[in-house]
């Protein structure tokens, strides 16, 4: 616990693409009206995409479900434009821990949301990096990702962090299973960084 990135206090401030400056952070209790507001600005495309259904709103139940989350099982990370006075929602990732089999690999179910204003522009693959270390760290080996046969732009995200994976497709839907990367999270340059950014954070806190 003392060597993760992924917790209660941790904070990244990265830049996408095209400038806009975000602010990463785990989702908390509190953000459901956050969520809300992000949802509701979501299209009707990116919202079937995310739920593969048709969807209008979240109730009450449904935010509860997505806030308050144990960040072990159930982890969610957030994406929030800086720089602005009401803090805007841009993305969200998360993963689900599916029940263990016996002789298999621990998995997680796993799904990244971009706001339709900022898709294409690096924040998925930020997001999707992060909640790939922040499940290694948690013990996490594989991911399992449902995805619409018509989200293209997920699948090339997948292909282009892990090559190596396996793909269903029935009803319109892929499923896609993976190994996360080899390279444990603190052995990589980027994962050191995080951890010392991290650890800074909470001495001047």
């Known amino acids: 616990m003392a060597d993760r ?4 206090d941790y904070v990244e401030h990265a830049t996408l693409s095209d400038g806009t400056p975000i602010l990463l ?11 809300r507001r992000g949802f509701d600005s979501w299209s009707y495309e990116s919202r079937y995409a995310r739920f593969l259904v048709p969807k209008q709103r979240l109730t009450d139940e449904e ?5 308050n989350v144990d960040q ?11 720089g602005e006075g009401e803090p805007r929602g841009l ?17 997680a179910e796993a799904a990244v949301a971009v ?23 948690r013990g996490i080996a594989r991911f399992r990702c449902e995805v ?11 292909d282009a962090v892990t090559p190596d994976h396996v793909t269903d497709v029935g009803g319109g839907v892929m499923t896609i299973d993976f190994t ?13 960084f995080l951890r010392v950014a991290a650890e800074h954070t909470r001495r001047k806190g």
């Open 5 to 8: 990135v992924y917790t209660a």
């Open 25 to 35: 952070r785990l989702v908390t209790p509190d953000d459901k009206e956050l969520l």
């Open 63 to 67: 935010l509860e479900y997505l806030c």
């Open 72 to 82: 072990e099982s159930h982890f969610a990370m957030g994406a929030i434009r800086e």
């Open 91 to 107: 993305g969200i990732a998360r993963f689900i821990r599916l029940p263990d089999e016996e002789g298999e690999p621990v998995t």
């Open 115 to 137: 706001a339709d204003e900022i898709q294409g522009k690096g924040l998925g693959r930020i997001l999707f990096e992060r909640l790939i270390a922040a499940a290694r760290e």
């Open 148 to 158: 619409l046969g018509t989200n293209l732009s997920m699948k090339m995200l997948i």
């Open 180 to 192: 996360l990367p080899v390279e444990a999270p603190h052995e990589s340059p980027m994962y050191r």
